[in-house]
């Protein structure tokens, strides 16, 4: 299947979990795809799993000059760009009364600057007709513990994408948002031990209308649909999360 062959695509976050996800089903079928991440470490195992079609470039989401070099590298490597994925974020849990300006700093800075600026950066990138999609998350939109920092950032990329939607729609580019519901990464959220984790896990299956947690593919597709294949589409977020906050 090589639906996408000559699509060039970006995706910060792309290193791991929904991130690497989403780079591995757009190098299947056909696409150019360019990841950022943190750790160098983990994007060299990603571009070995990937391929030559994958493009890694290691910075930080929150720093405008790590933005402004991987805005040159992927106008040098690939040129103009169809589809630009938000992806990179951090998850931090504690309770309201234990948030510290530190985490409260953090989690805004990659959140949400860093999101904001990525659109920035690589806009004069995008192609018309392009997509871009921000990852939000059901913690915008339910009040679960732990998360009021966490959720107040998602919050803020929805309204983004709205407000991104409606500047760039002038030159074709499409912006919507993909909202996770529990997803399987395999990571423990920073703040909790493994078994806090497990139990938290646990709860969120019991609530869940199916009964599961959801996997990176099903984000991925859900993604991939939004950049690609929702053309008369803008400003929307797309809930996949077992239907948890729609039944």
Known sequence: MNEFSGKNAVITGGGSGMGFAMA?????????VAITGRSQATLDKARER???????VRGDVASLSDLDALAGRVKSELGTVEALFVNAGIARSLPFESM???????LFAVNVKGAYFTVQKLAPL???????VLTTSVANT???PGTSAYAAGKAALRSMART??????PRGIRVNAVSPGPIDTG?????????EFEQFKAALIADNPMGRFGTPGEIARAAAFLAFDATFSTGVELVVDGGATQL
Request: glycine fraction near 12%; aromatic fraction near 2%; avoid cysteine.
């Open 142 to 144: 339910i009040g679960m």
């Open 50 to 56: 990937l391929g030559e079609n994958a493009i890694t």
């Open 100 to 106: 510290t300006a530190e985490v409260y700093d953090e």
């Open 187 to 195: 990571i423990v959220l920073e703040g909790m031990t493994e078994a």
């Open 24 to 32: 591995e089903l757009l190098i299947d079928r056909g696409a150019r």
């Open 126 to 132: 995008l192609s018309p007709g392009a997509g871009v």
């Open 164 to 169: 991104l939607a409606t500047e760039l729609l």
